[in-house]
């Protein structure tokens, strides 16, 4: 399952560094995931980053977008195979 974040995001700066498949960027009015990039941080940390320093807590998971741990793990495979090939 992909994260996402709500229209409660009060553009602090803070999540989008944090990302380390760089699934966040700004938006039209807040921040947004990705869900192709977003992991939830497997393979990277225990537990997503973006929701650790997030100070209004407006990061949940993304109820549209369900997958397993495995997918998760395949998915970052997939992205750091891309990463080395670029």
Known sequence: MALMITDECINCDVCEPECP???ISMGAEFYQIDPHKCTECVGHFTEPQCQQVCPVECIPFNPEWRESKEQLQEKYERLQNEV???
Request: hydrophobic share 15%; no cysteine.
């Open 21 to 23: 498949n760089d699934a």
């Open 84 to 86: 080395k090939t670029t």
